[in-house]
């Protein structure tokens, strides 16, 4: 069974950074386009960022020039490094993957279970 666990989240002061990480786990042949979305209260769930093969990277408008994304595929984890943090950044941060599962090589689109970000002095 391949699963996504998400780190990292926490409290933080406006203008701080915060790293969050998640790593891939299970029978894996290879992992394609790997993500992050984040859910406010009472909005819906929205891309953060992407990083597809090739390391080809695009971001919500919001976040641009201040999160960066990166994916190490050796360690099958993607990362996302958040700095000049804004209130209206806390949320609810998911981890996505599109991956090809190693025995069946069955296609497979995976959630991690979140992790809670909060932005607040």
């Known amino acids: 069974q391949v699963q996504l666990v998400e780190s990292g989240g926490g409290l933080v002061q406006p203008g701080g950074s915060l790293r969050l990480s998640c790593a891939a786990s299970?029978?894996?042949?290879?992992?394609?386009?790997m993500a992050w979305y984040r859910q406010a209260p009472g909005k819906q769930r929205e891309l953060v960022a992407i990083?597809?093969?090739?390391?080809?990277?695009n971001y919500a408008d919001s976040v641009k020039g201040r999160f960066t994304i990166s994916r190490d595929n050796a360690e099958n984890t993607v990362y996302l490094q958040m700095s000049s943090l804004k209130p209206e950044d806390t949320a609810v941060y998911y981890c996505?993957?599109?991956?090809?599962?190693?025995?069946?090589?069955?296609?497979?689109?995976?959630w991690g279970q979140g992790t809670l970000v909060t932005v607040s002095s």
């Open positions: 996505n993957a599109d991956l090809v599962t190693g025995e069946t090589y069955k296609y497979l689109e995976v």
């Open positions: 990083i597809r093969s090739g390391d080809v990277t």
């Open positions: 299970g029978s894996i042949f290879t992992i394609h386009d």
